[in-house]
């Protein structure tokens, strides 16, 4: 199902970008390389 995987991927980076700004980081969304 393309969509759930759309919303995982999403989701995810979600959570590492939220993780990244609590953490202080400013390039956390450079490790979400597929």
């Known amino acids: ?3 759930f995987t ?3 991927r999403v ?3 979600l959570i590492r970008f ?3 700004r609590e ?3 400013g390039d956390e969304t450079n ?3 597929d």
Do not use: A, D, E, K
């Open 11 to 13: 989701f995810m980076l």
């Open 18 to 20: 939220r993780l990244g």
């Open 23 to 25: 953490r202080g980081y």
């Open 6 to 8: 759309m919303f995982t």
């Open 1 to 3: 199902m393309p969509g």
């Open 31 to 33: 490790n979400f390389v």
